[in-house]
């Protein structure tokens, strides 16, 4: 995959989140990626997933596939 700028991305967390920023944030990106990155290093490296790569994890979690 090519590489992808982040750098207009817009992020957000959580509303459920609290202020500590100990959480993960979350940006659509060109072309339907998914970016994702720790708010504690957001200048750090993030995750980018394609279209079908983040819907076959939202759809582990609405399954119950991640569940302890």
Do not use: Y
Request: hydrophobic share 40%; net charge negative.
């Amino acid at each position: 995959m090519n590489s992808i700028d982040l750098s207009g991305a817009a992020w957000w967390k959580s509303s459920r989140s609290s202020n500590n920023c100990a959480c993960v944030e979350v940006a659509v990106l060109p072309g339907g990626h998914v970016g994702v990155r720790d708010s504690k290093n957001q200048d750090g490296p993030a995750l980018v997933f394609t279209p079908a790569e983040w819907d076959a994890f939202v759809g582990g979690v609405k399954d119950g596939e991640f569940d302890l």
